[in-house]
């Protein structure tokens, strides 16, 4: 066998197979109903930050980066992808951070867009709900900061 052959079948004999794990049978779908295969592959293990309603919820955490991507809002809420951030905090929670208020989502996607990562740092603290400069609305405030780690 020649050279070649010999060190390509052994690559193949050590990869590691990545489907093992995975469910392989096909998806129950009704024809009519809207679904994201994706959805839940990234966020199985995270808690769900949501400061604003649960009193056991700290109203910031930090954490080095594990998903960065996007995840879809209830369709009573307009169904729209909005930025989702999956980060470990020191404690090892692990933590998924939806863009669902529009000050949140916003800056979520300036530091998405600025390059954020896997491995980088990054936090974020739920400043309350904030009267506008016209005083005839509230929102709910945050923010967002994020450190690059060598890329």
């Known amino acids: ?9 052994k690559v193949a004999a050590e990869e590691v197979d990545l489907l093992a794990d995975m469910n392989t049978e096909p998806a129950q779908v009704d024809d009519d109903d809207d679904f994201d295969l994706l959805s839940d592959m990234s966020e199985s293990d995270a808690k769900a930050w949501v400061p604003w309603n ?17 995840v879809t809002q209830d369709a009573k809420y307009g169904g729209d992808d909005v930025p989702y951030v999956e ?37 974020v603290v739920y400043k309350g709900e904030v009267t506008n400069k ?14 690059h780690i060598g890329h």
Do not use: C
């Open 1 to 9: 066998m020649p050279a070649a052959a010999t060190k390509s079948s």
């Open 54 to 70: 649960e009193d056991d919820q700290p109203r910031g955490i930090q954490g080095t980066v594990n998903h960065v991507g996007t």
């Open 87 to 123: 980060l470990t905090s020191k404690d090892g929670t692990v933590w998924g951070i939806r863009g669902y208020s529009t000050v949140l989502e916003s800056q979520m996607n300036k530091v998405i867009d600025a390059g954020l990562r896997a491995g980088d740092v990054f936090a």
């Open 134 to 147: 016209k005083g005839d609305n509230t929102y709910k405030s945050f923010q967002v900061k994020t450190k």
